[in-house]
């Protein structure tokens, strides 16, 4: 016959009934205990230590089961990680064969409820009571896909926090300080950009994408003395068309089907504050004149209106493409983009930026595991090999591509350290081949293998130059600036290069 266990955390209504308060009547689970025949119960408590004990006592006297308790120390009984830390550590010690578990959900905070059934219906199963002095002690069957929605809110929050980091997109108060660097360029690019975030003057920001544009915008204006008023975000890419217009200006109720009611744009609704136009490039031609003549006049008609109405808005506008090549191929209104840049920013990608790799690398994982210990899980780090093979890569992905490695080599490790492997199965990106440019780009502060690099180029040229001249040796030679056959021969010799 299986041994009965009993689990559960220790509440309020528990200590009163202990204390010989009428009113709850014997208490969540001293009713249970009297109900159901249990060999044991296990009882958690973040109360004083003198307080459980007198609690355990009293219950000694009420059941014949055998009483244990847990002490655990939490910060809040609320703290989600905390307790299912907590939960888990008691819970492992109970895993003996022919065990039939029970834990009893009414004790206790709803987040100690919470857990209790995400426990039951995943990695440790157990049965499920309740009980109140109404409805006596009853067993609760909460299917899994219902019993989701008793998570707490934190685990959504959690998971929220750990896309927000994935994706790169930066919190509402980002600030120059938040931005991770300890590069030269970067410490050029900040200075540049605290200055201009003083002035109202626009400012066109260009970097490949993953670089953080959007983090140096909200940083530009939390450092500006608009910071207390909005900041509006507008991809200029994702906006169909025939709304652009709309979604900028605003319309008038009945101006188009579906204009139901008056709507401001994002022109009005960034008043007083920024308006973030990411993805500049993709503005359609139209809207680009008439975005122009806002930016003059200082003021936006909304579509079915005749009515200008004044607006005081601050403009940053990001790209990853070079505007004024967009502007020279026809692509881009030069007179909007001279409206536009008036201050321009560069940001450097991650491959031109020495020394801050390693430093991100550490930052991010950080993060990874603060978001990723609030649902028990332990941190993780990086081996030394882990590291090194990161340091070699040239993240095309750039910061955006970095952070998605390290969430999904957080995901993928089972042990508490990340491996070389798992680190190479996490960079879904192949490595390049590497361009003239490219190897003398190579970050130094994680070391370089120069013999294993210089053998390389020479052997990927050798065969380049072989291929173009179908093995002619002394065409080949000629190529490569080698004096003569013969020493072309040499090379082919020395770098094992099939011919």
Known sequence: MADKILVAWIGRTDLKAGRGDAAVGPGPICQAAQVYSYSSIHLLSDFDPGEAKSFMKWLGGKVSAKIQLHLVKLSSPTNFGEIYQGVVAVLNQLTAANTEVTYHLSPGTPAMQSVWILLAKTTHPARLIQSSPEAGVEETSIPFDISAEFIPQILQQSDRRISEIAQGTPSEDAEFANIVHRSAVMKRVIEQAKRVAIRSIPVLIEGESGTGKELMARAIHRASPRSSKPFVTVNCGAIPPELVESEFFGHKKGSFTGAVADRKGHFENANGGTLFLDELGELPK????????????????????????????RVIAATNRTLIDEVSTGNFREDLFYRLAVAIIKLPPLRERAGDVSLLIDKLL??????????????????????????????????????????????????????????????????????????????????????????????????????????????????????????????????????
Not at 287 to 309: A, F
Not at 453 to 472: E, F, I, P, Q
């Open 286 to 313: 139209p809207i680009q004149v008439k975005l122009l003549r806002t930016l003059q006049e200082s003021e936006v008609i909304p579509v079915g209106s005749s009515d200008p109405r004044k607006i005081d808005v």
């Open 366 to 499: 950080e993060q990874i595991n603060r978001s990723s210990s609030e649902l028990g899980q332990k941190d993780k780090k990086l081996s030394v090999s882990a590291k090194n093979f990161m340091l070699q890569h040239r993240w095309p992905g750039n910061v955006r591509e970095l952070v998605n490695t390290i969430q999904r080599a957080v995901i993928w490790s089972d042990d508490d350290s990340i491996g070389l492997e798992v680190m190479r199965e996490a960079i879904l990106v192949p490595p390049r081949a590497e361009s003239a440019s490219g190897v003398m780009d190579r970050p130094i502060d994680g070391g370089v293998q120069l013999e294993a690099l210089m053998s390389s180029v020479a052997r990927h040229y050798l065969k380049k130059a072989l291929d173009h001249t179908n093995g002619n040796k002394t065409r080949a030679a000629e190529l490569l600036g080698l004096g003569s056959y013969q020493t072309l021969t040499n090379w082919i010799e020395k770098y094992g290069v099939e011919n």
